[in-house]
C-alpha cells in the first residue's frame, strides 16, 4: 500500500485543505477522514519563472467529493489519511488561507511544479507546489516572481542570510567539450530565472602587454566555447542590463584566475579595478558581506585571487572585495581565513559511486546554512551599531572527472539537482525525529548549481528562493 500524503507549508501563512473531488476510480473513505483517495495528489509540480497553471477541470462529473480540514501551520509537515489507490482518476483540491481558496487537479500533464489557481480575482496569496511522486510528499511555497525575488526583503538584510541560487562556470552555455560545459542556459536567462550568484574564471588575454586588459572565458585550462572566444566585458555588460531593468536585485559575482599562460593574480586584480570594477555605483567592492540595501543594483565582487599591493591599501587599508583567496581546494567543509566565506567544493568525484557522497556533503552544508539565525537590527538601533553577520555559506552541487562520461558535468547534475530538490521539499529545517523546533531561519546560504534551467526545469531555483519565507517572515514582525 502506498504511503499516506505529507503536506508541507513553507509559507508564512496557515495552508487549509478544504475540500477534495474525485473524477475516476472512488476512494475508500474511513471514520477518522480520507483513506485511499485516489491518485498521488499531483504528479505535479516542477516549475519554470512563472509556472503555467495546471488545468482545472469543472468539478460536474464528479461522483464523490469529501469536505475535510486539514490545517498545516507555517514552516510544518502534516501527514494526512489521503493514500494513492489508482492511477486512473483526478483528484481536484481546494486548499484556504484567510478566506482566500486556491484550487489544483491532479495529476497534472508535466512534471514540472505548478501554480495553485486562486479562486478570487485580485488574490492576496499565491501559492506553487512541488510534488515527489515517489515519496507522496506535497511541499507548498509562495509564488515568488523570479526576476525580481529580492524586492520583498529589507533594506538591512545581510546578503549572507539569504538563500541564493546560483551557477557555477556559470557562461559555460556554449558549444564546448563536454567536461567544460555546465550549463544549458545562457546569463541572462538565469538571471531573469531567479540566479543571483555568479561562478566566473578568466584568462588575461595579453599579460606581457600592460596596454591590453581583455579577460577571456575560460574553464580550467579551456575555453568556454568552440565557435569564438567570449569575454568577460560582454557577460558585465548582460549583468548591467538586467540590474538596470530589475533595481531591486544584486549580483553576486566570484572571480578567479584560471586558464594558460603566465598572468598573475596581482596583475589581474590591477586590470579588474582600473577597466571592469572601479565604478562604485555599478560594483560592491568593500572587504565585507554587505546588506541588501548596498548592493541593490550593482555586482558584490568575491575574489578568488590576490591582490596587487596597491589594492591591499583600499577601504582604509582592508582591502578590496569579499576575500575568499585562501579557498580550500576538493573540501567537504572549510572556512576561508578571512571569515567571509565557507564552502563545499568537494568535487573530485572519480567514479559514479561517489555521488553519494558529494550529495551527503551538499545535504550537510544546506543543515549548517538552515541553523544559522540573522541578526537583524532592532527597530530602534541606531546607525552605525549593525549586528555581526554571518558568512556567505557557499555550497558547490558541481563534480566531475573529466576521464568519466558518467562524471561529466551533466550526468552528475542529473543525480545532484533531483536528489536536492527532494531533500530541501522534505528535510530542510524540518524539526528532527524527537520534534525539536527548527533552530535557525532555514537559509539554503549559496547554492552553486550545473545544468539547472535544463528543458525549461527551474524547480531547483525555486525551491531554493522559497526558502527565504521564514526569514521574510521574522522581517515582517509575523
Request: hydrophobic letters at 35%.
Amino acid at each position: 500500500m502506498a504511503s499516506p500524503l505529507v503536506i508541507r507549508n513553507v509559507t508564512s501563512k496557515p495552508i487549509e485543505l478544504k475540500r477534495c473531488e474525485y473524477h475516476g476510480m472512488a476512494p475508500s473513505l474511513s471514520r477518522g477522514g480520507l483513506t485511499n483517495i485516489g491518485h498521488n495528489v499531483t504528479s505535479l509540480f516542477r516549475s519554470a519563472t512563472s509556472p503555467a497553471e495546471a488545468p482545472i477541470s469543472e468539478p460536474t462529473n464528479s461522483f464523490v467529493h469529501q469536505d475535510v480540514s486539514i490545517r498545516v501551520e507555517p514552516f510544518t509537515s502534516i501527514q494526512t489519511d489521503i493514500r494513492p489507490q489508482s492511477t486512473n482518476e483526478t483528484i481536484h483540491l481546494t486548499f484556504e488561507t484567510e478566506g482566500e481558496q486556491h484550487v489544483l487537479d491532479t495529476p497534472t500533464p508535466t512534471s514540472n511544479s505548478t501554480v495553485l489557481k486562486p479562486l478570487s480575482e485580485n488574490p492576496r496569496f499565491n501559492y506553487t507546489a512541488v510534488h515527489l511522486l515517489e515519496h507522496s510528499h506535497l511541499t507548498i511555497y509562495s509564488s515568488a516572481n523570479l526576476q525580481t525575488w529580492m524586492r520583498s526583503l529589507r533594506d538591512d538584510t545581510p546578503l549572507s542570510a539569504l538563500s541564493i541560487p546560483g551557477t557555477h562556470n556559470s557562461p559555460t552555455c556554449h558549444m564546448a567539450l563536454p567536461s567544460v560545459r555546465c550549463q544549458a542556459t545562457s546569463p541572462p536567462e538565469q538571471l531573469d530565472n531567479g540566479v543571483r550568484f555568479f561562478d566566473i574564471r578568466v584568462q588575461l588575454e595579453a599579460p606581457e602587454d600592460p596596454t591590453k586588459y581583455g579577460l577571456i572565458l575560460v574553464h580550467g585550462v579551456f575555453p568556454i566555447s568552440l565557435t569564438g572566444t567570449k569575454y568577460l566585458r560582454g557577460l558585465i555588460d548582460e549583468v548591467y542590463a538586467f540590474l538596470d531593468r530589475n533595481p531591486s536585485e544584486t549580483v553576486i559575482m566570484s572571480l578567479k584566475r584560471e586558464g594558460t599562460g603566465n598572468g598573475t593574480d596581482a596583475q589581474l586584480s590591477r586590470i579588474l579595478k582600473d577597466h571592469y570594477a572601479g565604478d562604485l555605483s555599478r560594483w560592491f567592492t568593500a572587504p565585507r558581506i554587505p546588506y541588501l540595501g548596498e548592493a541593490r543594483g550593482k555586482i558584490v565582487l568575491v575574489r578568488r585571487f590576490g591582490l596587487d599591493d596597491s589594492l591591499r591599501q583600499e577601504w582604509g587599508g582592508a582591502g578590496w572585495g569579499v576575500d575568499a583567496e585562501n579557498w580550500a581546494d576538493n573540501t567537504p567543509n572549510a572556512t576561508c581565513p578571512s571569515g567571509d566565506v565557507c564552502v563545499q567544493d568537494f568535487y573530485e568525484v572519480l567514479e559514479t559511486v561517489n555521488i553519494e557522497k558529494k550529495i551527503q556533503y551538499s545535504q550537510e552544508h544546506l543543515e549548517r546554512a538552515a541553523k544559522c539565525v540573522c541578526a537583524l537590527p532592532a527597530p530602534d538601533q541606531l546607525a552605525g551599531e549593525l549586528p555581526p553577520k554571518q558568512p556567505f555559506y557557499i555550497n558547490f552541487l558541481t563534480a566531475s572527472n573529466f576521464w568519466k562520461v558518467g562524471c561529466w558535468p551533466e550526468k552528475i547534475a542529473a543525480q545532484l539537482n533531483p536528489a536536492i530538490i527532494d531533500f530541501l521539499c522534505m528535510k530542510h529545517n524540518e524539526p528532527g525525529d524527537g520534534g525539536s523546533d527548527q533552530s535557525g531561519d532555514g537559509s539554503t546560504g549559496i547554492v552553486v548549481c550545473d545544468w539547472v534551467g535544463y528543458k525549461g526545469n527551474w524547480d531547483l531555483v525555486r525551491c531554493i528562493v522559497g526558502m527565504n519565507a521564514k526569514l521574510e517572515m521574522r522581517e515582517q514582525g509575523l
